[in-house]
């Protein structure tokens, strides 16, 4: 993964004496502090809950000569060393009150309680009737009338060459940070996480420090029922999770793992991150394999950070939206460097900047990958029936990358994040965009490419019996095709393949059949003669007769 400047010392020096005046005044600075106490001075959690306060004089003083209204546990609770303060209102300059606490030398660190916002603006178009998928499958008609972008065929994530490989492993959980979901959408109809480790009784009856928490948390409102007031998360989560192949409404990227709903946005569209790192833990410490978060801030924060840190020490990714601001600075946390961090593309590949509604995809040397986020259509939190809504935004693209991740590890479950960000640097579609910022391997304004998710799948860095089809090829870089997109007055090439006897065939997007060709070569190239086929999306399929597999490529007859 690449190198994330991101100093501690820094950071603690920042809020320790420079907080500067836009800081001070910036409308994510709350009447809250997060408090993480030294090693060997954490108090008695259930003591300090219990009191509203610490059983120290010096902090007892600070408290009642700030006027503290609660005193709340926040972040790791296993650990009962992480505090939010909450003052009636802030009488002091937030520099000046942290500089209080930290002179007591009883912290690791204090800083505010910073708000954050979800990373996407609905968008309803005056032709309800139209809606369309073309992330998945773009085949260059996709159109809205409120944009003018011509979009370009293969300008999409393959999603559907995708899902013939692997559909999403039932026993997958995905968590969702945003603002909740509508739990009883028909398109989730059987895909909400349960906690069959607790029952419905009023207690915490699996002692994870929740109670009856069976469909996930509400952390805004601090209860167990994570229903969408807002509905960019029932978006969000439609985008990752819809039923596919079921005759209604859309196709999430995976259509049979479990959604862990865990609500950090409130109805207005933001949320304190101290909910932002609970529910990071709260995921990972029940069971979820990979997280979404389609939300950010301005400003840095220790806790925040901490909480990527331990979702990625056990191997759980977490996926970030870049921001919205059309900036080279990312929000946080997709920042920081063990959080992947997701700009958006429109459907002709070019970043999106702007978006329906304005703004841009940021961008910058923490951006990781790109994926569709402009024009998405997708589920509405108020109308089980209404499928005309569209969002635009990296809150859109970012669970697009998050489905594919959970295909990956539907195919390969004992990936490490390290690996799964590799599959997808190899994988990921490099140069398809504007050639002045999406320039050869790595760029800040497209990461490490475009997200492909067929390429992902069939990439020879996952190991496993659903994808021995990439016995056939011979480097980390797969089946080459190329022109692509090519005119048939050219002739097709096909590289990176062994010696031994092929079946070539060219299908159309209806799945006939056009042509077979049977070779027998010495080669690591074959010519293919194309002359016959007019303008259009096609598909190749290369077969091993010895070995009695194959790999399929798509490519565009212009």
């Known amino acids: 993964m690449k190198t994330k400047i991101t100093q501690l010392l820094i950071l603690l020096t920042l809020f320790y004496s420079q907080i500067s005046v836009s800081q001070t005044t910036d409308t994510s600075i709350t009447p809250r502090l997060i408090l993480k106490f030294k090693t060997n001075k954490t108090p008695n959690s259930k003591t300090v809950i219990k009191n509203q306060n610490f059983d120290n004089s010096e902090i007892i003083l600070l408290n009642k000569k700030h006027s503290i209204k609660s005193i709340k546990l926040t972040g790791n609770k296993n650990e009962s060393d992480t505090y939010i303060l909450n003052f009636n209102e802030l009488n002091t300059p937030i520099e000046s009150l942290i500089k209080s606490y930290l002179e007591t030398g009883l912290f690791e660190y204090v800083e505010p309680d910073y708000i954050g916002y979800g990373h996407g603006v609905q968008t309803t178009p005056d032709d309800t009737s139209f809606y369309r998928q073309w992330q998945h499958y773009n085949d260059g008609t996709f159109t809205t ?3 003018t972008i011509i979009a370009k065929e293969d300008a999409d994530m393959d999603t559907d060459l995708a899902w013939d490989i692997t559909q999403g492993d039932p026993d997958l959980i995905i968590a969702v940070l945003d603002s909740g979901a509508k739990l009883d959408h028909p398109e989730l109809s059987g895909r909400i996480w349960s906690n069959s480790k607790e029952s419905s009784d009023a207690n915490d009856s699996d002692s994870n420090g929740y109670i009856d928490d069976i469909n996930g948390w509400d952390f805004v409102n601090d209860d167990n029922d994570p229903t969408d007031d807002h ?21 999430g990227v995976n259509w049979n793992s479990k959604i862990m709903i865990c609500k950090v946005l409130n109805a207005s ?4 991150y101290s909910n932002w790192a609970e529910a990071i833990y709260y995921a990972v410490d029940n069971g979820a394999s990979v997280i979404n978060l389609s939300a950010g801030g301005a400003s840095a924060s220790v806790l925040l950070e901490d909480a990527i840190t331990y979702a990625y020490e056990n191997n759980v990714t977490v996926v970030v939206s870049a921001g919205n601001q059309n900036s080279s600075t990312l929000r946080y946390p997709a920042k920081y460097d063990k959080a992947f961090a997701i700009g958006a593309t429109n459907s002709d590949d070019t970043r999106s900047a702007p978006f329906s509604w304005g703004g841009g995809s940021n961008y910058g040397p923490e951006l990781d990958f790109v994926a569709p986020g402009n024009f998405i259509f997708g589920l ?28 990956i590890l539907s195919v390969n479950p004992d990936l490490t994040v390290d690996e799964i960000h590799t599959i997808l640097e190899a994988s990921s579609e490099d140069e398809v965009g504007d050639p002045t910022e999406d320039t050869s391997g790595y760029d800040e304004y497209y990461g490490f490419g475009r997200i492909n998710a067929y390429q992902a799948l069939t990439n020879e860095a996952i190991s496993g019996e659903a994808l021995s089809i990439n016995a056939i090829v011979t480097n980390e870089s797969n089946l080459l095709i190329y022109p692509n997109p090519i005119s048939n007055t050219e002739t097709l090439k096909i590289s990176n393949i062994v010696n031994g006897e092929y079946y070539l065939e060219i299908y159309n997007t209806l799945g006939q059949s056009l042509n077979r060709i049977q070779t027998t070569t010495e080669n690591t190239e074959l010519p293919v003669n194309i002359s016959e086929l007019s303008s259009g ?20 007859v212009k």
Not at 231 to 251: E, K, Q
Request: glycine residues 12%; positive net charge; hydrophobic residues 35%.
């Open 145 to 147: 009338s409120a944009t």
């Open 269 to 272: 569209n933001s949320g304190y």
């Open 380 to 407: 509405n939190y108020l109308d089980d029936t209404k499928f005309g809504t569209y969002w635009s935004g990296t809150s859109q693209a970012a669970p697009q990358v998050t489905g594919v991740i959970s295909l």
């Open 231 to 251: 509905g960019h998360g029932t978006n969000v989560t439609g985008i990752i999770a819809a039923n596919g192949n079921n005759t209604t409404g859309f196709a």
């Open 537 to 556: 999306t096609y598909f190749v399929k290369v077969r091993n007769k010895l070995q009695n597999n194959s790999i399929i490529k798509k490519f565009i």
